[in-house]
T-cell receptor, first 119, second 109 residues
Framework: GAVVSQHPSWVICKSGTSVKIECRSL??????MFWYRQFPKQSLMLMAT?????????EQGVEKDKFLINHASLTLSTLTVTSAHPEDSSFYIC???????????????FGPGTRLTVL | GQNIDQPTEMTATEGAIVQINCTYQ??????LFWYQQHAGEAPTFLSY??LDGLEEKGRFSSFLSRSKGYSYLLLKELQMKDSASYLC??????????WGAGTKLIIKP
C-alpha cells in the first residue's frame, strides 16, 4: 500500500512562534500533495494544493503568507504555520496523490495528521 | 455551488446493518469516495465508485447512482470498532475532492 507519514504527530507552541509540519510519501512519488485542516466535529477543509516544483494553490480564505507550503521533492511537502495564534490550533492533515495510473483512479493517501495547540 | 449532504449522526446496534446515505451536487463528477475516520485520526480509504452500481468489499459495500446524485455506504455485521465518522467525498471536474461533513456512527452493544 501507499504510506504517507507526518511529523510531528502533535506540537504545542507559544503564540507568535512558527511551526513546521512535514509530510512524506514513503513508498511512492507524489505528484500532488494536499493540506487540510480539521476543527473538532467538522469535516476536512482543504487549505492548499501543491505540485512538486511549483507554487501551491491556496483555497479562498487561506492566507498564503501565514501558511507557507513548500513541495521540494516528489516525496516531501512542508507546511509552516508562521506566527501561530490560538485560533490556528487544529488538526492538520496532509494527503498525497500519485500520478495517474492506467486503469487507476485518483485516490488520495492520508498522513496520520498533526495536532497543533497554540498557547 | 457544490454541495454534499449526509446525515450528521446515526446509531446502530452491534451485529446489525446500517446504511449511510450521501447526496451530491457538484460541477462535474469523476468518482465518489467513502472514507472512515476515527476520532483524532486521519481518514482511511474505504471505497471508490465511478460507475453506477454496487461495489462489495467484505462487510462494507458502496452504491452509486450518478443520475440521482446519490450514494450509500452499507455496513454489515456491525462491530464496536466500526464506531467512527464516515466521510463521503466527490471528485469534481477539476479533480478536486469535495468533502461532506461526515456521518458520526455510534454502535451500541
Amino acid at each position: 500500500g501507499a504510506v504517507v507519514s507526518q511529523h510531528p504527530s502533535w506540537v504545542i507552541c507559544k503564540s507568535g512562534t512558527s511551526v513546521k509540519i512535514e509530510c512524506r510519501s514513503l513508498d511512492f512519488q507524489a505528484t500532488t500533495m494536499f493540506w487540510y485542516r480539521q476543527f473538532p466535529k467538522q469535516s476536512l477543509m482543504l487549505m492548499a494544493t501543491s505540485n512538486e516544483g511549483s507554487k501551491a494553490t491556496y483555497e479562498q480564505g487561506v492566507e498564503k503568507d501565514k501558511f507557507l507550503i513548500n513541495h521540494a521533492s516528489l516525496t516531501l511537502s512542508t507546511l509552516t504555520v508562521t506566527s501561530a495564534h490560538p485560533e490556528d490550533s487544529s488538526f492538520y492533515i496532509c494527503s498525497a496523490r500519485r500520478g495517474w495510473e492506467v486503469g487507476g483512479y485518483n485516490e488520495q493517501f492520508f498522513g496520520p495528521g498533526t495536532r497543533l495547540t497554540v498557547l | 455551488g457544490q454541495n454534499i449532504d449526509q446525515p450528521t449522526e446515526m446509531t446502530a446496534t452491534e451485529g446489525a446493518i446500517v446504511q449511510i446515505n450521501c447526496t451530491y451536487q457538484t460541477s462535474g463528477f469523476n468518482g465518489l469516495f467513502w472514507y472512515q475516520q476515527h476520532a483524532g485520526e486521519a481518514p482511511t480509504f474505504l471505497s471508490y465508485n465511478v460507475l453506477d452500481g454496487l461495489e462489495e468489499k467484505g462487510r462494507f459495500s458502496s452504491f452509486l447512482s450518478r443520475s440521482k446524485g446519490y450514494s450509500y455506504l452499507l455496513l454489515k455485521e456491525l462491530q464496536m470498532k466500526d464506531s467512527a465518522s464516515y466521510l463521503c467525498a466527490v471528485l469534481d471536474s477539476n479533480y478536486q475532492l469535495i468533502w461532506g461533513a461526515g456521518t458520526k456512527l455510534i454502535i451500541k452493544p
